[in-house]
């Protein structure tokens, strides 16, 4: 067990709505990335915070958003829903000395239909 | 787009014998990484070696770097049926904040 902890664990959306998923990061962890992984395939970038921040972008949509909250548990917005959106989201958290030893949580799995 | 290529795509092997798995990437990297993935859940770190680093051991895992070949390989010794599993390579962007993952190596040791 990493510390990372997400909810809810599985989730069963309507296309066009609108989802929130939650992440809580390792003790002493400042940044928090968040990662779509679509069946048979790595984790995609989202995006990245630091210190309540946004950090970086991947190629992801405006209707992907997030949040870093100052206790720096995060949370992933995402709009209008579509079906290619199901994918299993992971965060992943580090601390900003050692940025690449990331710490991931279980993942939330998103079925959109 | 995916930067790290792994290969193979999937590999089964008996218990005791030895896994490699290849990756390749396509831009100059700070470091590479190694992850493991459990049946679609969270990925687990196994190993990261800097680009200043030509090889590196963990218990049973043994990582190899080349930047002029911008490739990497991961051993896993004497396997056991709970080395199944993906294993990922990652590595970071230019910019240092972003890692990315090849679509992985899905590893079966039959027991």
């Known amino acids: 067990e990493t510390g990372v902890t997400q909810s809810p664990t599985h989730l069963i959306k309507t296309r066009g709505q609108q989802v929130t998923l939650r992440c809580s990061s390792q003790?002493?962890?400042?940044?928090v990335s968040w990662y779509q992984q679509a069946l048979g395939q790595g984790p995609q970038f989202i995006f990245q915070y630091y210190r309540e921040e946004e950090n970086g972008r991947g190629n992801f949509p405006p209707r992907f958003s997030g949040l870093q909250f100052p206790n720096y548990s995060s949370e992933l917005n995402v709009n209008a829903l579509e079906l290619d959106d199901s994918a299993l989201y992971l965060c992943?958290?580090?601390?900003?000395?050692?940025?690449?030893?990331?710490?991931f949580g279980p993942g939330t799995r998103l079925t959109v239909t | 787009s995916q930067q790290g290529e792994e290969d193979p795509q999937a590999l089964s092997i008996q218990e005791g014998e030895n896994a490699t798995m290849n990756c390749s990437y396509k831009t100059s990297i700070n470091n590479l990484q190694w992850y493991r993935q459990n049946s679609g859940r969270g990925l687990v770190h196994l190993i990261l070696?800097?680009?200043?680093?030509r090889e590196k051991h963990s218990g049973r895992l043994r990582v190899t770097l080349d930047t002029s070949k911008k490739s990497s390989s991961l051993l896993i010794t004497a396997s056991r049926a709970a080395d199944t599993a993906s294993y990922f390579c990652?590595?970071?962007?230019?910019?240092?904040?972003?890692?990315?993952f090849g679509a992985g190596t899905r590893l079966f040791v039959k027991a």
């Open positions: 992943a958290s580090a601390s900003g000395d050692r940025p690449y030893e990331q710490y």
């Open positions: 990652a590595t970071d962007d230019a910019g240092g904040f972003k890692t990315i």
């Open positions: 003790s002493g962890h400042n940044t």
């Open positions: 070696i800097r680009s200043n680093e």
